[in-house]
């Protein structure tokens, strides 16, 4: 077996710079926002470096952007990466909080070798503007250690990893403090003199543990690690350093996550109908919107112009420090028909789920209606509006009288005497059984400008029109 | 016609202007064939918007596209009913052989949603027919409508007040609609290209409330003769 671990050493600045490119220089503190821990090549210009006191990067750099590093953050942003990485390998372990383990022995004969592999990952690390260093060794734990170094590089060659292995200084092996120090002032200085050691010496001598360690590292002891599944739905983050304030600023970012979403929905041979979208504002409760298409889409064009339409509707409350995208619903892909021989005619059905999304993003959910007749003697209630998109099926209206092609919302009281009648009456009397009886007697009518009315008369005597012949 | 002209005609140095309208776009028949006679035999304009001027619902205006209609429910092409200004009547649609299904109705809060929406539906491939009650518009507004109509191959309608044929309007068909004797519906052309205006015409329309003997109304007079107010 062989292991590649990839090791970010600064994730989460990467994070934040892919959103916001064009920030002045960031640095991530600790959670107790005391010390820096990662700096962006801007703020190194400036003389700021890892380890610094939060106060004197400030004093170096007035307009430093500060980002706390959180756990959970950055757990969340290591998942994201395990996510597209689980596209190229099937075995994954992420090491929290800025590792991940990839079994990749079984991949050379797929990629071809394992150099074809690692130009695929290194690709799709430039696409993502990650910085990782790599690390490959026959043990997990090994690789580990070899990519932190900083030092790895990718071969499969055994005894070239031993060697960079034993070269590790005992500070740079993962050992706790104490070990390190009873290791050192023993004389030893390199991970390779303790591979040196007897083995039960050094359980007698140090603990079991040390022992354990070791052997996990040479391989001599089993490190089974348990394959990450991906989670059933899609989930990016974007964080911004600095407040963003315009729509604009927010469409950019969203773009490259939008195209994330068509990678993923690509590879999952799906389409999506809802995208959830959650804004979050320093001081305000977050702004929650939902990109509704009528039908399975996966472009991320599509989503994107959509999503401007919701913004044009709906403008920015607060600026915004996150935006968080999730799709939960998935639906599988359907194989497009009806297309003639040079795909001009396009698919019908796709341009007609991309007007009626247009429209609803732009005019809202309830702007659109479709009208159904339901089988009810009642004027007013033999129709019904139903929202767009609801596959409905055709009730039979109730058939014989003539109707009209207009209906008034509510019946209006007639002003004038008719110039004439044409036919009538017929009386339509109901609705005694569920509250809302109508006892009237229809005509239809025409009045002075030539209009044929549907004119009714109720018990009472009056006179109403409920309807136009248009 | 003189052999000089014929010559013109055949070394194409004449440009005929209706020809050209009337190749431009497929036909797309009125159902009505005096209609049709009077828009030269054009139909319909499409990817054009045509302007109907009445002042009173119910003398027949929606009777005027029904037959469009329903060759467009044939086609599976939608029909988008915009700012309607009373219920269309499912029933009655249904029963005219209309798919419902293909139906849609939208409302627009303010004049600008009112343009796009119109725009989108106007240049989208799926629409057939597009009907749209604005309120006011600028003419620069209809000249929009208009350009966006030539994107696509529908047929767009506006129905606005009769004071506006005093005024300009770049659309490409305007029909004003009155009601006339026998129920009948009275269709003046004010303007249509590649052709002049001023032909007018009165389609029946009597069959709209049901009833196929136009002249004898089935009711001489109204059981209660003047009714309240």
């Known amino acids: 077996m062989l292991w590649l671990y990839l090791h970010f050493p600064h994730l989460l600045l990467d994070h934040i710079r892919r959103a916001q490119p064009d920030t002045g220089p960031l640095a991530i503190t600790d959670a107790g926002g005391q010390k820096v821990i990662q700096a962006c090549p801007h703020a190194r210009d400036l003389g700021i470096r890892p380890g610094m006191r939060l106060k004197t990067a400030l004093g170096l750099a007035p307009e430093l952007a500060i980002i706390r590093a959180s756990d959970h953050q950055q757990e969340r942003i290591l998942e994201d990466q395990a996510f597209w990485l689980y596209r190229h390998a099937a075995h994954i372990v992420p090491v929290p909080p800025d590792g991940l383990l990839a079994e990749v022995g079984s991949l050379q004969r797929m990629y071809g070798s394992l150099d074809a592999l690692w130009k695929v990952l290194e690709q799709a690390l430039q696409e993502r503007q990650l910085t990782a260093w790599p690390g490959t060794a026959h043990t997990p734990l090994a690789a580990c250690l070899i990519a932190r170094s900083g030092q790895g590089e990718f071969c499969s060659d055994k005894a070239r990893s031993l060697h960079l292995l034993s070269q590790l200084p005992l500070t740079r092996a993962g050992l706790d403090e104490r070990t390190c120090t009873r290791l050192q002032r023993l004389g030893l200085e390199t991970l390779g003199q303790v591979f040196a050691l007897p083995q039960a010496e050094l359980a007698r001598r140090l603990s079991r543990e040390t022992l354990m360690r070791v052997q996990k590292i040479l391989g001599t002891r089993a490190d089974p690690q348990t394959p990450w599944q991906p989670p059933h739905r899609f989930r990016q983050q974007l964080d911004f350093a600095q407040d963003v304030e315009r729509v604009q600023g927010l469409l950019f970012p969203l773009q490259r996550i939008l195209s994330e979403l068509e990678a993923d929905l690509h590879w999952r041979q799906q389409d999506t109908d809802c995208l959830q979208l959650s804004l979050r504002h320093r001081h305000e409760q977050a702004t929650r919107l939902r990109i509704r298409t009528s039908g399975p889409e996966h472009r991320a064009e599509a989503f994107l112009n959509l999503i401007r339409l919701v913004f044009e509707r709906q403008p920015l409350k607060a600026p915004v420090i996150s935006v968080h995208l999730s799709v939960q619903r998935f639906l599988d892909r359907q194989i497009p028909t009806g297309q003639d021989l040079l795909g001009q005619n396009g698919d019908p059905d796709e341009a007609w789920h991309t007007l009626v999304s247009r429209l609803q993003a732009r005019l809202g959910d309830n702007a659109l209606t479709q009208i159904v007749p339901q089988p009810d003697h009642r004027p007013e209630l033999a129709w019904r509006a139903l929202p767009v998109g609801h596959r409905h099926k055709a009730v039979p209206a109730v058939p014989g009288a003539h109707r009209p092609l207009w209906l008034l919302p509510e019946p209006q009281s007639l002003g004038e005497t008719p110039r004439a009648w044409l036919s009538g009456p017929e009386r339509i009397q109901a609705g005694w059984w569920d509250g809302q009886r109508v006892h009237r007697d229809y005509y239809i009518a025409q009045l002075h400008h030539g209009q044929l009315a549907w004119v009714f008369r109720d018990p009472g005597g009056d006179w109403f029109v409920h309807g136009w012949f248009g | ?229």
């Open chain 2, 1 to 229: 016609m003189s052999e000089l002209l014929e010559t013109l005609i055949r070394d194409a140095r004449i440009w005929r202007g209706h020809e050209q309208i009337r190749h431009s776009q497929p036909e797309q028949p009125t159902g009505y064939q005096a209609l049709d006679r009077e828009l030269g035999d054009t139909g319909w304009p499409r990817g054009a918007l045509t302007e109907c001027l009445l002042d009173h619902y119910g003398i027949g205006e929606l009777q005027l596209f029904l037959p469009l209609m329903q060759e467009l429910s044939r086609r599976d092409k939608a029909i988008f009913w915009l700012n309607p200004p009373q219920l269309p009547y499912a029933p009655a649609l249904a029963r005219e052989g209309i798919a419902l299904d293909r139906v849609i109705l939208a409302r627009t809060q303010d004049t600008g949603d009112f343009l796009w929406t119109l725009e989108n539906c106007l240049r989208s491939p799926v629409t057939g027919l597009v009907m749209a009650w604005p309120g006011r518009l600028a003419s620069r507004d209809i000249r929009r409508l208009q350009l966006a109509a030539e994107a696509g191959t529908n047929v767009g309608v506006l129905f606005r007040e009769r004071r506006y044929s005093e005024h300009n309007s770049p659309a490409a068909l305007r029909l004003e609609l009155e009601a006339d004797a026998h129920q009948q519906l009275k269709v003046s052309v004010l303007k249509r290209r590649g052709g002049w205006p001023g032909q007018h015409c009165s389609l029946a329309m009597a069959h709209r409330s049901g009833r196929h003997i136009p002249d004898t109304p089935s009711i001489v007079q109204g059981p209660w003769a003047a009714p309240a107010r």
